[in-house]
């Protein structure tokens, strides 16, 4: 299994692992912050908007949460992680 890095970050497969995020005391603060996206963090909570959302945003989600689009680019190269890195290996 490979990582992602993105904004000089880290993400290893792990992090995606049920267990590690239920440990997490504040999820997506942490991916947010890792994302280099910390300063959108209060409006996604706010939103209500968890990892598993955050997998499901599209274009126009983005664009109400007024991403940018690097920000947008940012959130579709982690979302794109998150398929590869949770899909069952065969």
């Known amino acids: ?3 992602l890095v993105v904004n000089h970050q880290i993400f290893y497969p792990y992090e995606l692992n049920e ?4 440990n997490l005391i504040d999820p997506i603060g942490y991916f947010m912050n890792k994302l280099g996206l910390d300063h959108h963090s209060d409006h996604f909570r706010e939103e209500e908007i968890d990892l598993e959302t955050l997998e499901m945003l599209e274009d126009r989600d983005m664009d109400e949460l007024h991403l940018n689009e690097d920000e947008k680019n ?7 992680y998150i398929m590869v890195a ?3 290996q065969t």
């Open 1 to 3: 299994m490979t990582s």
């Open 74 to 80: 940012t959130i579709k190269r982690f979302q794109e």
């Open 19 to 22: 267990t590690f995020v239920s």
């Open 86 to 88: 949770i899909m069952p």
